[in-house]
């Protein structure tokens, strides 16, 4: 069993909210989801004052180019590996989320035990 881990998660969807929910914690670990886009110095104040091992930076409800551009002043904000979610995948996107800092993206649908392995594999 991995330690208890805190999860920040961007994301305005509440149909996939509940799904990440229950998976991440269900894990043992916490998750907490704001939508950036209805207050993005909230999030990031919450991304810097939260202790988060993971972010998870998705377009599940939001531009992805928006989310993608949160990448660079959440590792200034803290200790957080960030990770992309995101349901476009070209190939573009994922090197720029890998080139700003992320730590890995991942296409969704993702099986729902790979949505806990990516926030565990990130934190290490």
Request: hydrophobic residues 45%.
């Given at each position: 069993m991995t330690k208890p881990l805190r999860v920040l998660m961007a994301?305005?969807?509440?149909l996939?909210?509940?799904?990440?929910?229950q998976t991440i914690e269900g894990g043992g670990h916490r998750l907490t989801i704001l939508n950036p886009w209805k207050g993005e110095q909230a999030f990031l104040d919450e991304a810097r004052m939260?202790?988060?091992d993971v972010v998870i930076v998705t377009n599940l409800g939001?531009?992805?180019d928006y989310s993608m551009g949160l990448i660079a002043s959440l590792l200034q904000a803290g200790n957080s590996?960030?990770?992309?979610?995101?349901?476009?995948?070209?190939?573009?996107?994922i090197d720029r989320a890998?080139?700003?800092?992320?730590?890995?993206f991942y296409q969704v649908p993702i099986p729902v035990d790979?949505?806990?392995?990516?926030?565990e594999k990130a934190a290490r």
């Open positions: 994301s305005s969807d509440e996939a909210e509940g799904l990440f929910r939260g202790g988060y939001l531009p992805l590996k960030v990770i992309v979610m995101s349901a476009v995948a070209y190939q573009e996107d890998i080139r700003e800092g992320a730590v890995a790979k949505i806990r392995e990516a926030v």
